[in-house]
């Protein structure tokens, strides 16, 4: 007697390959966006509170950048251990 199609028989790994390819495309692109060059008007020099306005602007920015790494670092194990947890119970 032939068994019926089940769960089992989709071929995810190829699917969640594409999806973090997919995701890593988006990720870079968005890298790439924020990586931005900023020039001056270099008539005069630039001013203490100007420099550390600057400062304190970059400092934000890289908080806010290491907390969206960590929120993706977070959901890659997140996606990970549910693909464990799913092959475990297709296995069992």
Not at 78 to 88: A, L, M, P
Request: with cysteine.
């Amino acid at each position: 007697m032939e068994q019926p199609f089940g769960w089992e028989d989709i071929p995810t790994a190829a699917w969640a390959e594409i999806w973090m390819i997919i995701l890593y495309t988006l990720y870079e692109c968005t890298r790439a966006t924020t990586r931005r060059t900023l020039r001056r008007n270099s008539e005069r020099k630039v001013t203490l509170i100007e420099l550390l306005n600057a400062f304190d602007q970059v400092r934000k920015e890289s908080e806010e950048y290491q907390l969206l790494e960590e929120q993706r670092r977070e959901e890659r194990e997140r996606i990970e251990n549910n693909g464990k947890k799913t092959h475990d119970w297709y296995s069992s």
